[in-house]
């Protein structure tokens, strides 16, 4: 771990408990910091004050009072997703210009390894996920960390200078930054989200670009050349500017007569990446880019493609069984999310869908209904979706609960067709998360591989 003086002998407020809290809080301390901790739950109901409190820390629960600021803070450390503008503790803080950083800050002050930096507004849990994979196959040492995996600070005062930091970063995190600078930075898109969370949609775009805005001349930022919002952001950064594209030829990653391409150099041919969608193959390019730039073997880069099943409920290949190819999509919640599914496959698919009935529109999904050789519904909507599936032409055959129906589904299915399981509708009717919906139909399609 790198020694700072920067936190030593300061007051700091901790806001916000949870992981990140409680890892920055007890960093602070080692650092020299004295910590107070003020977290919205209950004592009596606060597990993790409680935890706290018996490790010696004055933790004040229940509430964020403003009197806490007469204390004359040097500095708070905000759990990310506490929103600036609706606590009032938060809002005075800033007009008494105290300073307001996330965890991922200290992390980065206390790490010896270098940090890859990937947002995105869709796709980064993904991305980060290869490109760590990609990283290890080519022997390169990463550590994951960050929105994924373990808490930043808590991989950083662990990490050793001959490895890499990972870190997926949200808008949230990147609002409380100052020094944090990232070797190789990747922004994968910018798009409309989190308006309930910031003040506007500028607001949130600059949260993004502050990614890049302290990288120097000899650090690398990975950018989507489609994306008009991020071309504008460039001239931000010193970072070495790499693009990669989907619609053109750029000094990058790119898509060229089916095959992906760094620069002059063929990778691999799109056919051959098991991850399926635009959308993915975006996450892909960006990948490449961050990975070729970091020194990792093309091999390398060939192998984990190939392999490469996806983040799990994301699109995720499950199993091959008698050449159907079966896939996850349980994080499909609503109708647009199975709609960029649906345009993911280029061979027949038989659709399980269904779930909670929430009365939203299903008919834009008809728009995608082009592979769509049958539907198997289950679940509160399975009639609309059979109403639906009628007004097509398509066969839709309905059950109660999603055992029957992925069953039904593989009975249906044909060699070179896909099983996908794209819900469109929340779990909550049978399942309580679409995790452990998602859990369940994997489990459904191992005992089928298992009896083939």
């Known amino acids: 771990m790198k020694k700072t003086t920067r936190y030593e002998n300061k007051k700091v407020l901790v806001l916000g408990l949870a992981k990140s809290g409680k890892a920055a809080a007890r960093m602070l301390r080692k650092l020299g910091a004295a910590v107070v901790i003020n977290d919205q739950g209950p004592l009596e109901v606060n597990l993790d004050a409680k935890e706290m409190v018996a490790e010696g820390f004055e933790v004040i629960a ?76 080519g022997g390169l040492r990463p550590r994951i960390a960050g929105n994924i995996g373990e808490v930043a600070t808590l991989v950083a005062a662990d990490a050793k200078a001959d490895e890499v930091l990972v870190t997926e970063l949200s808008s949230f995190q990147l609002m409380g930054i100052e020094a944090f600078t990232p070797y190789i930075s990747l922004i994968l898109n910018i798009t409309e989200a989190h308006l309930d969370y910031h003040t506007d949609l500028s607001e949130y775009r600059q949260a993004k670009l502050n990614l890049i805005k302290k990288q120097t001349r000899d650090q690398y930022f990975v950018y989507n050349a489609d994306d008009p919002i991020i071309v504008a952001g460039l001239e931000q950064t010193l970072a070495q500017a790499i693009p990669f594209s989907l619609q053109k030829v750029v000094a990058g990653a790119y898509v060229f007569e089916q095959t992906i391409y760094y620069k002059d150099e063929k990778i691999l041919d799109v056919a051959s990446v098991l991850l399926k969608g635009e959308h993915n193959l975006q996450d892909v390019l960006g990948a490449v880019a961050v990975c070729k730039i970091y020194g990792c073997e093309t091999d390398a880069i060939r192998q984990v493609l190939r392999r490469f099943s996806g983040v799990r409920h994301r699109l995720q290949f499950v ?134």
């Open 62 to 137: 229940g509430g964020h009072p403003l009197q806490l600021l007469d204390r004359e803070f040097d500095l708070i450390v905000k759990n990310p997703g506490i929103p600036y503008r609706k606590v009032p503790l938060l809002m005075k803080a800033q007009e008494l210009k105290i300073p307001i950083i996330t965890e991922v800050e200290i992390a980065y002050e206390i790490s010896e390894a270098p940090f890859i930096g990937i947002t995105a507004t869709n796709g980064k849990t993904t991305t980060t996920t290869l490109i760590y994979e990609i990283l290890k196959q």
């Open 319 to 452: 199993e091959e069984i008698k050449g159907v190819k079966y896939y996850n999509n349980s994080k499909a919640t609503n109708v647009i999310a199975t709609e960029m599914a649906l345009k993911s496959f280029e061979r027949p698919i038989v659709l399980i869908a269904g779930g909670l009935d929430r009365g939203h529109d299903l008919s834009p999904l008809a728009s995608c209904f082009g592979l769509v050789k049958a539907i198997v519904a289950y679940g509160e909507t399975k009639d609309r979706f059979k109403q639906l599936a009628t007004m097509h032409g398509i066969q839709c055959d309905i059950f109660t609960d999603l055992d029957e129906a992925v069953v039904a589904a593989a009975n249906l299915a044909e060699e070179g067709d896909y099983v996908l399981f794209s819900p469109a509708c929340a779990s909550w009717d049978q399942y309580l998360n679409f995790e452990k919906r998602g859990d369940r139909f994997i489990e459904i399609v191992t005992e089928l591989k298992n009896k083939a």
